[in-house]
């Protein structure tokens, strides 16, 4: 049976480091505030020159050269971004010219916050599917260009940057204990689209638009939405919270991310955060949590690890994979 084993992951953050403290002078706001609502201390933000492409294209080559392989190796790049760089061409094409790639296929994926989990799924279908063997899985974003900055409710939440992982078909015996991807979920509810979108857009209003949230509603739904697509990894699986060795979710918000460990009975140390030093970084958040996490060590070959997210759409899904 072919499983997608993770061969190499990256990751790019813009240089320019924006402090709560920094955010005082934008709008009306505190650290303190911040802080206690959301786990965030600081947010990278792209500066000139900077684009989701620039960032994404970072990650890819960091991700590359852990794997050992080059751009001649991969066969699809798939690009989780809802902060293109144009409308079209997709940003995935854009990183593939960046890569000097110039064979096999490249397309984004769109699915806000979740995008990095719905990537990921769709390249391990591909490669499941025997039509791709190595797949360059990205999640960039530059949110910060869609934020309207004299919105305090929504533009202290986010940041830039971008992560990549290298996929890659193995053979195995098909069981729990083989690595790659175990199990994926992907969910979405179109009811919900006005609690979290971007209110321009070429079709509609002709303008890029800002990012519009009720920061609220999504977090009413969000822990309910997170445990729901993980208990689905659980019933397919028979594994359980006592298996995982990592737990990376999307990082929205602290709150957010300890209500849903908690209410899965996963341990405090086995949670991977980053919110605290990137902010909601939207589709890169994961591999960024990843890159770090596998990067310092923590994540080991071998090790049981969940990913999860939930975002605008609402999106949300869940993948389980063994490293
Ligand atoms: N600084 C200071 N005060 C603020 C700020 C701020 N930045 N923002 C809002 N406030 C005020 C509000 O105006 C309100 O004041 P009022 O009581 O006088 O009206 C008060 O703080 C409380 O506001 P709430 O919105 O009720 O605060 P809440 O505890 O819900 O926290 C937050 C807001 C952090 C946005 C929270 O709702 C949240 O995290 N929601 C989930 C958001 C999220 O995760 N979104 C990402 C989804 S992923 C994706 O797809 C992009």
């Keep these: 049976m072919i499983r997608s084993v993770v061969r190499g992951f990256g990751a790019q953050l813009p240089e320019r480091i924006m402090k709560n403290r920094d955010l005082e002078g934008v709008v009306e706001t505190s650290d303190d505030w911040i802080v206690q609502r959301t786990g965030i201390r600081q947010r990278h933000i792209a500066g000139d020159g900077e684009t989701t492409a620039s960032l994404g294209e970072g990650a890819a080559r960091a991700a590359l050269d852990r794997a050992g392989m080059t751009a001649a190796d991969i066969d699809l790049i798939i690009c989780a971004t809802s902060t293109p760089d144009n409308t079209f061409p997709a940003t995935a094409v854009n990183i593939q010219n960046r ?3 110039h064979h ?12 990095f989990v719905f990537a990921m799924t769709t390249a391990d279908t591909y490669i499941r599917a025997g039509m791709a063997k190595r797949v360059l ?5 530059t949110f910060s260009r869609i934020l309207d900055w004299t919105d305090r409710t929504t533009c202290v939440l986010f940041g830039d940057g971008a992560g990549a992982v290298v996929l890659e078909a193995e053979e195995g015996e098909g069981t729990i204990a083989d690595r790659g991807i175990l199990t994926a979920h992907l969910r979405s509810d179109g009811a919900h689209r006005e609690k979290l979108y971007v209110d321009g857009g070429p079709s509609t209003t002709g303008t890029v638009g800002h990012l519009r949230m009720e920061g609220r509603e999504v977090f009413k739904h969000a822990v309910g939405m997170i445990t729901d697509v993980i208990e689905a990894a659980y019933a397919a699986t028979g594994l359980g919270s006592a298996d995982i060795d990592w737990f990376v979710p999307h990082q929205a918000n602290k709150r957010i991310i300890d209500a849903s460990a908690r209410k899965l009975g996963i ?3 086995k949670v991977v955060i980053t919110v605290d030093r ?18 310092d060590g923590r994540i080991k070959q071998g090790d049981l690890v969940l990913l999860e997210a939930m975002g605008g759409g609402f999106t949300w899904g869940s993948v389980l994979l063994r490293w």
């Design 278 to 295: 990137h902010g909601n970084t939207s589709a890169a958040s994961i591999p960024l949590a990843l890159a770090e996490a596998a990067g």
């Design 267 to 269: 341990d405090d140390d």
């Design 99 to 101: 890569l000097g790639m």
């Design 137 to 141: 899985v990205i999640g960039a974003e």
């Design 104 to 115: 096999g296929a490249a397309f984004d994926v769109q699915a806000v916050c979740s995008g």
